[in-house]
């Protein structure tokens, strides 16, 4: 059987090499996405952010084990930061994902960020539609938010949970910026820790001054303990519904696609630059002429762009 | 294709501490690998489960509980049950000599002891996965 049919009939060593194939960029699984691609979209994303140790993946395994019981099948990506000097990466989350590990319906893998931040790669994204196609009614997409990841995240996602702890203190503030318009749902985790009512105070404070339409709600929750997760998987439901309702469900995943496209072009174009040996000479000479000060960088972009890009002579 | 190995780590047996697996988890991921870490006190059927879904290229074993000759075997048997013993298995910690070759004989690729440098089990696994 080929690959294609095997991934098809649900066998889980398809899956996981087809995960593998679209990360190392492979081109003949993305033969095979072009042709499944039509049976993805019907899972659920959600999105799962915050800080290192907020304890994202546990409350992913106890959000999981809970889906599970309304019998819902459900995939896992956990993204780890990869290191930028020698490309390895610790991938730890399955660690705390141990009561979820053995469901047959639960589908978890862990990916390395390879260059993108601890964020969403096109990887990610691939691998994302290959348990959609594998039929997951639930998608959940671990990353460690840092700047960049969780904007990339909302990308890909159809509800973004941001996890928050006690105790965050002026950090709240710093973060506020990015985190606060990115969050459909907010959870207060380790909420048995000191400060908690607190925190959730002050993230409900400046979620009062957000003008969308959409108002995220905030749940206390303790993952360890697996307090709150079923009040705060309502909520993701609840904001389901409301983007369903108001037509946001459509319009999100337009955007989302519509963006991803844009990157992917953007991809491939910066691919082309420097995909072959003539052309990388091209760079390196215009470079030079631009570091010299014998070229301006607006003049060279122009030549750079008819020459490579166009290929004109 | 330039891309990089991946490889599970796992504490298999009873024995509640895993320095030795954090140490060799670290030195594959600064020799450039994707390590998978699962935590302690994994059944074979779980290391076989993370195996398949994590598609890695190798099966790195530490184990100190001294239930070696039983949990090794079980993991190489696990993995052909799937269809998987493409997947390099290696195992390291407090295993006697005289045991090794029996290890061997069950599908175990290589068998690390204290003392091995770090370097060897890594160029080790960089040879041989497929
Ligand atoms: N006290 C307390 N600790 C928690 C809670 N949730 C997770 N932790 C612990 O926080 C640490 C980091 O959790 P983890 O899920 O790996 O965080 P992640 O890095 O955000 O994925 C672990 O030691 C967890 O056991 C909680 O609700 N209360
Ligand atoms: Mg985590």
Redesign the pocket.
């Known amino acids: 059987m080929t690959l294609e049919e095997r991934l098809i009939n649900g066998d889980r060593r398809a899956v996981a090499r087809m995960i593998t194939l679209v990360e190392n960029n492979d081109h003949d699984a993305f033969e095979i996405l072009k042709k499944l691609y039509h049976r993805s979209g019907n899972a659920y994303v959600i999105g799962i952010t915050?800080?290192?140790?907020?304890?994202?993946?546990?409350?992913t395994d106890k959000l999981v084990k809970h889906i599970r019981t309304l019998g819902k099948t459900v995939g896992v990506i956990a993204v780890d930061p990869t290191s930028p000097f020698t490309g390895g990466a610790i991938l730890?989350?399955r660690?705390?994902m141990s009561d979820i590990s053995m469901d047959p319906g639960v589908f978890i893998r862990s990916m390395g960020a390879r260059g993108h931040l601890g964020g969403i790669s096109q990887g990610t994204s691939a691998a994302i539609k290959v348990l959609d196609i594998y039929g997951c009614d639930y998608i959940f997409v671990?990353t460690?938010g840092v700047g960049q990841s969780e904007i990339d995240i909302v990308k890909n996602c159809d509800t973004t949970l941001m996890?928050m702890v006690p105790g965050l203190g002026d950090d709240i503030q710093a973060i506020k910026a990015g985190v606060m318009e990115i969050g459909d749902v907010f959870a207060i985790?380790?909420?048995?820790?000191d400060g908690a009512k607190r925190t959730a105070r002050e993230i409900n404070a400046m979620l009062d001054f957000s003008s969308k339409d959409w108002r995220p709600p905030v749940e206390m929750?303790?993952?360890?303990?697996n307090q709150g997760v079923d009040k705060l998987f309502e909520q993701v439901e609840v904001h389901r519904q409301y983007l369903e309702e108001t037509g946001n469900f459509q319009q999100r995943r337009f955007d989302n696609t519509k963006n991803e496209l844009i990157e992917m072009v953007k991809h491939k174009i910066v691919g082309q630059l420097m995909d072959e040996s003539y052309k990388q000479e091209i760079v390196n000479e215009l470079s030079d002429r631009v570091a010299k000060r014998m070229l301006d960088p607006y003049t060279a972009i122009d030549t750079l762009y008819d020459k490579v890009i166009k290929q004109e002579s | 294709m330039d891309r990089p190995i991946r490889v599970l780590v796992a504490k298999p047996g009873l024995d509640g501490h895993d320095r030795g697996a954090k140490v060799i988890a670290r030195a594959l991921r600064d020799a450039g690998m994707e390590v998978i870490y699962t935590g302690l006190r994994q059944t074979p059927e779980q290391i076989v489960n993370a195996a398949i879904q994590e598609d890695v290229d190798c099966v790195a074993i530490s184990i100190l509980s001294g239930a070696h000759n039983t949990l090794l075997p079980k993991v190489v048997a696990l993995l052909k049950q799937e269809n998987a013993e493409d997947i390099l298995v290696v195992g390291g910690g407090v295993i006697p000599d005289e045991d090794i070759p029996f290890l061997k004989e069950s599908g175990i690729s290589e068998v690390f002891t204290p003392g091995t440098p770090t370097e060897v089990t890594i160029n080790y696994i960089r040879e041989h996965v497929k």
């Open positions: 915050g800080p290192p140790g907020a304890g994202k993946s546990t409350l730890g989350d660690v705390r671990e460690v996890v985790n380790k909420s048995d820790r929750v303790i993952a360890t303990e």
